[in-house]
């Protein structure tokens, strides 16, 4: 009796392992299916080839096919495993024999996604190129037979039909080394170096996986990027003045008498050495000259920029200087604060009105007309 039971325990023991290891499993796959619709994608095309080789002419290009498993890292770099098959009848260069040769090609490669590298990524084609190394093994009618190291590349169009499946066209070159110069027949030489690349065209067909009804995300090849915007928003910039504006720390400016031309805002936008990039620390600045133009709507401003000529010709300074004054123009224009009611100018050696100090002149100034 003790003996049943312990085999009952046993067998149910070894049961449950079994069901833990099959749930295991079921969980992995379940979570690769889940998150592969962004990096995972297969690949599968027909085409036809062209050969240069120092041991055979090409005379009949019957068939290849080729098959991809990518993964993508993000949006721009990701790694593929890419296999051909090549079927070709070949012309022996010595002993002028037909050879009907068969190439089973396996390689490792990395995969940059070009559009989106350059800038030009978009929901509708992708450019990617791919190289890396790997082995092909041929075998030949005459019963010769090898395995070769090769060095393979090219570069993919993909035409997106939906969020599963996507059209390709690829152009893609595979160099071998050390090919037997007769590939068989009665002068088996074999030749150290490059000496046979096989070139393919191929049209197929990206099925991108994890795809379902309660799953929506895109692959990486088409997730939608966000645009990538280096200005200041506008809605921060009224959230700043809001912010202000509750707190009651919105501070009229001032504005000051001038010797030399028309009455100035007292606020000023600074500038580094020989840049003309608006710095975040200039934001409150800009914000004040906001709020005093909206409160103000029948005043026009003229924006002047000068520099503190320490470097460069006067001609160099002077077209900062301009350059300056018509960034805080657009960016004020952004916005939107009415064109009309702005003008901008850069200003010489001889017309500055600010003191020596080099970091005081490198600004602009608001006046009022």
């Known amino acids: 009796m003790t003996m049943i039971v312990i085999q009952v325990l046993t067998y149910k023991l070894k049961k449950y392992k079994i069901m833990k290891k099959i749930l295991f499993l079921a969980l992995v796959l379940f979570t690769v299916t889940i998150n592969a619709q962004k990096h995972w994608s297969a690949e599968l095309g027909v085409g036809n080839q062209s050969i240069a080789s120092e041991c055979q002419d090409l005379t009949n290009a019957l068939l290849h096919i080729d098959g991809v498993v990518r993964y993508s890292f993000n949006e721009k770099f990701g790694v593929g495993a890419y296999m051909g098959y090549d079927d070709l009848d070949l012309e022996n260069y010595i002993t002028k024999d037909p050879t009907e040769t068969n190439y089973y090609r396996l390689s490792l490669e990395g995969v940059v996604d070009v559009t989106e590298v350059t800038g030009l990524g978009n929901n509708v084609f992708t450019l990617l190129m791919h190289g890396g190394f790997g082995a092909t093994y041929f075998s030949t009618s005459n019963d010769y037979n090898s395995l070769l190291p090769n060095m393979s590349g090219g570069i993919t169009g993909l035409f997106k039909i939906n969020k599963s499946l996507a059209l390709k066209a690829d152009m893609s070159t595979t160099a071998h080394f050390n090919q037997g110069r007769d590939l068989g027949g009665e002068h088996n030489v074999t030749n ?18 994890g795809r379902s009804k309660t799953n929506s995300k895109e692959h990486y090849d088409w997730s939608k990027k966000p645009v ?11 959230k700043v003045r809001d912010l202000e504006r ?14 030399c031309c028309a009455d ?19 934001l409150n600045a800009l914000v004040n000259v906001i709020d005093y133009l909206e409160r103000n709507p029948n005043v026009n401003l003229e924006i002047v920029g000068q520099s503190c000529y320490t470097h ?11 350059k300056r004054a018509e960034k805080v123009y657009n960016k004020l224009i952004s916005m939107h604060i009415d ?26 100034d608001f006046f009022i007309k």
């Not at 990538?228 to 009224?238: A, F, L």
């Not at 509750?246 to 010797?259: E, L, R």
């Not at 460069?312 to 301009?322: A, H, P, Q, T, V």
């Not at 702005?342 to 001889?350: A, C, F, N, W």
Request: aromatic share 12%.
């Open 339 to 364: 064109a009309n009611r702005l003008t901008y100018k850069g200003i010489g050696r001889d017309k500055r009105f600010t003191t020596d100090d080099n970091d005081a002149q490198k600004r602009v």
């Open 192 to 209: 150290v170096g490059i000496n046979s690349f096989i070139n393919n065209f191929t049209i197929g067909a990206v099925i991108y996986f």
């Open 228 to 238: 990538v915007d280096n200005t200041w928003k506008n809605n921060v910039i009224k």
């Open 246 to 259: 509750k707190a009651s720390q919105v501070i009229p400016v001032p504005i000051v008498g001038n010797d």
């Open 312 to 322: 460069g010709s006067d001609r160099y300074n002077l077209e900062l200087s301009k």
């Open 264 to 282: 100035k805002l007292n606020e000023h936008i600074f500038f580094s050495e020989n840049k003309y990039d608006i710095r975040s620390s200039e």
